[in-house]
């Protein structure tokens, strides 16, 4: 089954997710590793602590024309946001950004 990573916030999150990336409190310890499945317990621990976002693995249901357009809509907003004249750095970085944006949806 294909999947893909998101990042939401604890109250999108149900049991039986699995976590993507290392989940860590404020002193930096980690408290899910990738790989640990949610359950009810964990998602109150994780709302007590605060926490605002988790990254997590889903199923990917979208076809090939919704991950098209989602693609074609990262791209325009960030041109969007480097538009306009700018030096050589910023011009790697628009591209560097545009070519990460596109693939976090693919």
Known sequence: MKTRIACLPPGRLA???TVAAPVL?????????PGATL??????????RSIEFITVTL???RDAETIAREQRAA???VDFIFRGPG???R???HAAVRAYREGQLA
Not at 25 to 33: F, T, Y
């Open 25 to 33: 409190s404020a002193q930096g310890n980690v408290l899910l590793a």
């Open 87 to 89: 030096s050589a750095a």
């Open 39 to 48: 359950n009810e317990t964990m998602l109150d621990n994780l709302r007590r």
């Open 59 to 61: 199923p990917d249901t």
């Open 75 to 77: 791209g325009e907003r």
């Open 91 to 93: 011009k790697m970085l």
């Open 15 to 17: 049991p039986g997710m």
